[in-house]
């Protein structure tokens, strides 16, 4: 059965401790990993698609990378503002994304 | 330019009573997909619309139906409520390119309580 495990479920962080989320999987034909960013209230935000192993986005604070197992999103220096819940989807061999539960990530100033 | 609009945002129902939660997509998209979100965990996908038609549908009973018009909006009904019906449900809109990995656009959700 596809999966999609999200670790940890939470993350303290200090204001510019860097840190990793972590996404594993097991889905039978990866047609791509998707990072999402989720704020209180809202709808899940899109930050990055990533189709292959080894293949890295970055945006801002947050670096995404892929290998054939897990994802990592990497976040350098956090702000207040970077808090939220990050979600993790991957999109099977059926073309439905399946969600992981996220992590909700808290930086105090 | 306005994105995924939801409505209503939120609506409180009793134990089988039905309800209908209306989605307009992002301008230019032409796809609508629905996820059912509960506390905490990550949304699970209920169904996809294209052309006015059902074209993916997720692990979920009959009882939960949907359509799209012609101008892309879309609305998910639900029948005989349950209490575990309770969530915050999601539309997503996004822009068919046939079969990929399309970005998703998603609107504030619509909570839901059954009681």
Do not use: M
């Amino acid at each position: 059965e596809d999966q999609v495990t999200q670790s940890p479920e939470a993350l303290r962080l200090q204001e510019g401790e860097s840190s990793s989320l972590n996404c594993s999987y097991t889905v039978s034909g990866l047609r791509g990993l998707f990072w999402y960013r989720q704020d209180p209230g809202k709808g899940p935000e899109f930050l990055f698609t990533l189709y292959s192993a080894g293949e890295e986005k970055e945006k801002e604070r947050l670096k995404a990378t892929l290998t054939k197992k897990e994802s990592f999103l990497h976040i350098t220096a956090p702000k207040p503002e970077d808090s939220a819940t990050y979600l993790c989807a991957v999109l099977d061999s059926n073309y439905q994304l399946i969600w992981g539960a996220g992590t909700k990530l808290i930086i105090k100033p | 330019d306005a994105g995924v609009t939801q409505s209503p945002t939120h609506l409180i129902k009793t134990r089988g009573q039905q309800v209908t939660l209306r989605c307009s997509p992002k301008s230019g998209h032409d796809t609508v997909s629905w996820y059912q979100q509960a506390l905490g965990q990550g949304p699970q996908f209920i169904f996809q619309y294209y052309e006015e038609e059902e074209r993916q549908r997720g692990n979920f009973p009959d009882r939960f139906s949907g359509h799209q018009f012609p101008n892309y909006s879309s609305e998910l009904n639900v029948n005989a409520l349950l209490l575990g019906d309770s969530a915050l449900y999601l539309c997503a809109s996004s822009f068919n390119v046939g079969s990929g990995a399309n970005v998703l656009t998603f609107g504030a959700g619509s909570r839901l309580t059954v009681l």
